[in-house]
């Protein structure tokens, strides 16, 4: 049987090629609508709008080069490796909620448990980062008790 961290690797995994597979339609979709526009009587109007295009599918290139990244840091994570302090790859248990610190994607639940799927980069998570166990730390003026580390 699974350990809950491979659980949400495997689920940020597929998540992260889901979305990995939909910015590639969106792409060749997008470029497909620019490369086949029709160039009209209206020169200036034609190029706005390749411009405009242009600028869609850069912006698709950017979300699917973070979401290649992404799944590269999660595919590195070593799912039976036990830690004593805050850092990548790590499940931080603490009195007002779960943290897995890997990509900053929000809460996730898996076997109707909660987790907080954090960066380091995060605000949460530089605060965070490099406590152990029984420490505390306050955010946005909430303090917080680490209760475990695994």
């Known amino acids: 049987m699974k350990n809950i961290k491979e659980l949400i690797c495997d689920e940020l995994i597929f998540i992260q090629k889901q979305k990995i597979k939909s910015l590639e339609l969106l792409i ?66 603490t009195d007002k909620g779960v943290f897995f610190i890997s990509i900053g994607i929000g809460k996730l639940e898996i076997r109707s448990n909660n987790y907080f799927i954090i960066s380091l980069l995060s605000p949460i998570g530089s605060v965070m980062n490099g406590l152990s166990k029984n420490e505390t730390f306050s955010f946005r003026g909430i303090k917080y008790s680490i209760k475990n580390i695994e």
Do not use: F, M, P
């Not at 526009?37 to 869609?56: C, F, L, M, Y």
């Open 28 to 93: 060749n979709s997008t470029k497909e609508s620019r490369d086949t526009a029709n160039k009209s009587s209206a020169g200036d109007k034609h190029e706005t709008s390749r411009a405009k295009i242009q600028a869609e599918i850069d912006n698709y290139s950017r979300q699917l080069d973070l979401s290649l990244n992404n799944l590269h840091i999660i595919e590195q994570v070593d799912n039976s490796k036990k830690y004593n302090l805050v850092t990548q790859g790590s499940i931080v248990t």
